[in-house]
């Protein structure tokens, strides 16, 4: 009788949950809410009791507040109404979502493995970065667990069935209330809740051939195993046929009409996720317009956020109001969504009046969001110098820096490899080359943003399709547009960290798959070979009918 293999994904969720159970052990009593983790402990304390989303001031005077978005004061809200509002339950929860999202991104890379899928869950399992910043009570932690598994839900729904786009708005809408910023991966989710029976190339690249024209996202590789790495980054149209000419010119149309057909519906799946996301926080704006001194979508802190990033003191990344240049028209303003929005008005007024200046930032921005591995040294010191001084700072920024760069390490190295394979013609190889001699050296020098945009450039030219790749890249360069319009911070990486881990697996895994025809045999095994993948466990395969501040 054969021996059954423990499924990759609880094995990764269960290493996660002890290390970050141990965690949570060492940190309950030594580390206080700090820095935006103290106004979420108050707003949370105070849901808890059944005030709501509301402001106690020195004076006496209770106000609605909205300034910080909803989700994540709600979220421990309700877990302090039953276990008590203590900074220990606010880290299991963090706990509890992290090894999650271990379990999802095994199961997002599952198809190409038990081995990647293995390591895909204890990337994201022993992620320096997320093990550490366990303790903290803020948001970018539980939201990049939350996009991990929204992707993967949204992915086994779609592959099932019509339905998928709805769990991904639902989802997106309720990800929206801890960051509103995610609403801009409305189009990834759209490709990943395309339904299996579409097979066919991706949202932007489809599978034709003579025999059956198929114009929607197809997620038909992982139900066989991929003989060509090329399967999961795009199919060309494959045209011969031997009726002539003729032929081949309606073969032609039908490919263009084809292409064009998933592409309108691709992007009418985007816009009713995101149609379903916005229904989704629809109540919260409704309780903002009727409570608050005018309406706000989520959150009031937006407008401080864009002056931050766009004002005469601006440095790319957080600096007090007073310090970037408190605007003298809103000295009087003392609404709290009025003064947003004069400060948005300010932001934006700046950012005309010198637009050159703001993207002379950019870099920096970029550069404070994903260069340096300071977010969980900078928590925890913030919370107890004492119990962590610069020495283990130190210690944890070396060895986030290490996590991070090994991710993009092996996500640029990936994504060549894959590249190099694809390119046809002298052209399209000295463009890859170029690209390596762009991204390369920064792997080994003080900035590491400018990889991250060779990475996705890289993407625009290859147009992958495997789950675990669209979700991470699209993640990347929507984190890295919002933070080069508004500042940076290190801490707003870790949104991106985990599905990056996904994606990094994910390619490198994809560039050992040998290509059709290849002689050696083992033709698209599994890393470890054809067993691995036979033996994976069958629920997380695919069936076939299937500001903040810092």
């Not at 490919?255 to 109540?283: F, H, K, Q």
């Not at 929005?341 to 994903?370: N, V």
């Not at 059709?516 to 395969?541: C, I, K, L």
């Amino acid at each position: 009788m054969a021996r059954r293999r423990l499924d990759p994904g609880w094995l990764a969720f269960g290493v996660a949950l002890l290390v970050r159970a141990v965690v949570v052990l060492l940190s309950a009593e030594r580390f206080p809410a700090a820095a935006d983790g103290a106004f979420y402990q108050v707003v949370a304390e105070r849901i808890a009791q059944g005030d709501g989303y509301t402001w106690l001031w020195p004076d006496g005077a209770v106000t609605y507040a909205a300034h910080y978005p909803i989700g994540y004061p709600a979220l421990l809200g309700a877990v302090y109404a039953v276990f008590g509002a203590a900074p220990w339950v606010a880290m299991t929860v963090a706990a509890l979502l992290g090894a999650l999202s271990a379990l999802a991104a095994s199961r997002l890379v599952g198809s190409l493995g038990r081995r990647a899928a293995l390591a895909a869950g204890l990337g994201v399992a022993l992620h320096p970065s997320l093990v550490l910043y366990t303790p903290a009570l803020m948001t970018e932690g539980v939201v990049g667990s939350g996009v991990l598994l929204l992707g993967w839900l949204t992915l086994a729904r779609g592959r099932a069935g019509r339905w998928g786009w709805l769990l991904a708005g639902l989802g997106l809408g309720v990800l929206c209330l801890f960051r509103p910023q995610v609403i801009l991966l409305a189009p990834a989710l759209a490709w990943l809740a395309t339904p299996a029976r579409r097979a066919g190339g991706g949202a932007p690249a489809r599978a034709i051939s003579t025999e059956k024209l198929t114009d929607e996202p197809s997620h038909a590789y992982q139900t066989e195993k991929l003989t060509d790495p090329s399967r999961a980054l795009r199919t060309e149209p494959r045209i011969s046929d031997p009726r002539g000419d003729n032929s081949t010119v309606e073969l032609t149309e039908s490919v263009a009409r084809a292409r064009l057909g998933g592409s309108l519906r691709w992007l009418a799946r985007a816009a009713a996720i995101t149609l379903v996301a916005l229904l989704v926080t629809s109540p919260w704006t409704a309780r903002n317009c009727a409570k608050m001194d005018r309406c706000v979508w989520v959150s009031a802190n937006g407008g401080w956020n864009l002056l931050i990033g766009t004002g005469p003191g601006a440095t790319g990344a957080w600096v007090p109001v007073e310090e970037v240049g408190f605007p003298d028209e809103c000295r009087e303003v003392w609404g709290e969504a009025e003064k947003d929005a004069c400060f948005s008005r300010a932001g934006r007024r700046y950012l005309q009046r010198d637009f050159l200046r703001w993207l002379a930032l950019i870099p920096k921005k970029l550069s404070y969001t994903f260069d340096y591995g300071d977010a969980s040294g900078w928590y925890l010191s913030q919370s107890n110098p004492e119990a962590f001084g610069e020495r283990a700072r130190t210690v944890a920024f070396v060895a986030e820096l290490v996590g991070l760069r090994l991710t993009a390490l092996v996500l640029f190295v990936g994504l060549v490899r894959l590249a190099l394979r694809q390119a046809q013609g002298r052209r399209a190889r000295s463009l890859v080359m170029g690209l390596i001699v762009l991204g390369a050296p920064w792997l080994l020098l003080e900035w590491l943003w400018p990889t991250y945009l060779v990475v996705l450039v890289l993407a625009l030219w290859l147009r992958p399709r495997h789950p675990a790749l669209v979700l991470g890249l699209w993640t990347l360069a929507t984190t890295a547009l919002v933070h080069a319009v508004f500042f940076g911070a290190s801490r707003y990486a870790l949104v991106a960290a985990p599905a990056l881990v996904a994606s990094a697996v994910a390619a490198w895994v994809l560039t050992g798959r040998r290509e059709e025809g290849d002689t050696r045999g083992n033709q698209g095994a599994a890393p470890g070979g054809e067993a691995d993948a036979a033996d994976y466990d069958r629920g997380s395969r695919p069936s076939p009918g299937a500001s903040h501040r810092q």
